[in-house]
Every structure is written in structure tokens, then in C-alpha cells.
């Protein structure tokens, strides 16, 4: 029998290794079935951004019921430590959430993530008993460092957020897969099917989606696409590709040619 191939954060074991985000959709109905089609079982909530408070206006949880899929509260927002502190705090009093995604922009025009305020926050949020995936840049030696600090996933970007660009440094990505033990998830910069396909291959643990899903012509098809990419990417990275050559091998046997 066939071995499971689960995937496993922070000791909570998931079928699917693409996660949606729930931002820029038309409405929380578009973002339910764009969610559904992709299979996903985590999802990704700004708390800054996404209703999850005020009755009087649509409810996310009227759409994705917290308790048949995995709420990721996110800092989607926060450009500085004491904001994502903040914000992650209280989306632990609102709806008990414990593992988050923590992001912290450097600035408005890239988005790029600040890993100084980044790294100081992980540390904190570890001691407060947070289960902590970070947003972070491919640079294998922070990502190495927030391991260290208690740091349960990396999220380094593929490039600038909502650029789908693809992923710009493969070697870096590969090397932050050789140093670290903790999962390694693809974030940001996704903008087609074969992005998510090469991030798995390259040995990415996930993959985590929004703008690519979300503002496509099509989003419940994109979402569709995306969830059969990382399934693909996923089956070639587990069945080693074939070694690279300068020059061509012929696939017949050279032995027994009439």
C-alpha cells in the first residue's frame, strides 16, 4: 500500500500542501468556491483586512467554517513589530487561533519583508506559545535563524508580493531547503500554474497562493489549476528527475539495432 504523503505543520498533518489566501475576491462567495475547488485546507486571514468581527457585515466564517478548514491568521498590513504583536494577539482572543503567519513589510512600494523586525517578533511570539510561519526573504541564513528562535515554517517570497513574477532565485531556495528542518513554503510572487509546479520540485514543503488565485479571469478554475500544479510538482519532486546532460542520450538500447 502506497505510503501517505501528509503534509505536516506543527504537528497537525494536511492532505493538501496548497494554501489560499482569502483576500481581493469579489465577494466571500467567489472566495468559498475558489477555496473548495483548490482543495486547500488551510487558508490565510488579515486580520486587519477580513471580517471576522463585525456581525452586522458579512462574515467570513459564514462562508469557511473554522472548523472544517484551518484558519491562518495573518499581519497582512503591519509594517513594524508592535502592529503584528498586537494583531496577533488579539486574533488569538477572538478565535483561540495559536498557529499564525507572521509578515511585517518593510515598505509600502516593494512589500518586501523587514527581517529585523520579523526575526525580534518570531522570538517574542515563540515565548508567548505562538506556532509561528514566517514571511521571509529567500536569504538561507535568516531563515536558518528563525528556525532557531522557534520559527514552526519559512515562507520565503518567490518575488515581490502580487508581482507574478515567479520564482526569481532558485539556488536560494534550494539551499535554504538543505539547511533547514523546519517546512519550507513558497510565498508570494505565484502568478501561474508551472510557478507552483517548479516551487514543488525544487522541494518546497507548500505553497501558499492569493493574488494568482483571486485575480485571475477565472478564479475557481485558477484554483482548480493550482491544486493539480503542486499535486504534480509534488509526484516529480518525490520521483527524482533524471540527471541533467550537455548532450543527448538515445532512449532505445544501442545493442541489438538491425
Not at 510557478?195 to 501558499?208: F, I, P, Q, R, S
Not at 516529480?236 to 528527475?241: E, V
Request: a positive charge; one cysteine or more.
Amino acid at each position: 500500500m502506497e505510503k501517505r504523503d501528509f503534509f505536516k505543520i506543527s504537528n497537525k498533518k494536511f492532505n493538501s500542501r496548497l494554501i489560499v489566501g482569502t483576500g481581493k475576491y469579489k465577494n466571500f462567495q467567489q472566495c468559498a468556491k475558489a477555496v473548495k475547488a483548490s482543495g486547500a485546507e488551510i487558508v490565510t486571514v488579515a486580520v486587519r483586512r477580513v471580517n471576522i468581527i463585525d456581525k452586522k457585515k458579512p462574515l467570513l466564517m459564514d462562508y469557511l467554517n473554522p472548523k472544517k478548514i484551518t484558519y491562518l491568521p495573518n499581519t497582512a498590513g503591519c509594517f513594524n513589530s508592535s502592529d503584528a504583536l498586537r494583531t496577533l494577539r488579539l486574533a488569538r482572543e477572538i478565535g483561540g487561533w495559536k498557529l499564525v503567519k507572521l509578515e511585517i513589510l518593510g515598505d509600502k512600494k516593494t512589500l518586501l519583508p523587514d527581517m529585523i523586525e520579523t526575526l525580534k517578533s518570531t522570538e517574542v511570539l515563540t515565548k508567548e506559545g505562538f506556532q509561528v510561519m514566517v514571511y521571509c526573504n529567500d536569504d538561507p541564513l535568516m531563515a536558518k535563524r528563525l528556525e532557531n528562535v522557534g520559527a514552526v515554517a519559512v515562507m520565503p517570497l518567490a518575488a515581490p508580493i502580487g508581482s507574478g513574477l515567479g520564482i526569481q532565485n532558485k539556488l536560494n531556495i534550494k539551499i535554504i531547503k538543505q539547511k533547514i528542518k523546519i517546512p519550507l513554503l513558497i510565498d508570494a510572487g505565484i502568478g501561474q500554474a508551472s510557478d507552483a509546479t517548479v516551487a514543488m520540485e525544487l522541494g518546497c514543503d507548500g505553497v501558499l497562493i492569493n493574488t494568482a488565485i483571486a485575480q485571475s479571469k477565472n478564479p475557481i478554475e485558477m484554483a482548480k489549476a493550482m491544486k493539480l500544479a503542486v499535486e504534480a510538482g509534488r509526484k516529480s519532486y518525490l520521483s527524482g528527475r533524471i540527471k541533467q546532460n550537455f548532450f543527448g542520450s538515445a532512449s532505445s538500447p544501442k545493442e541489438g539495432i538491425i
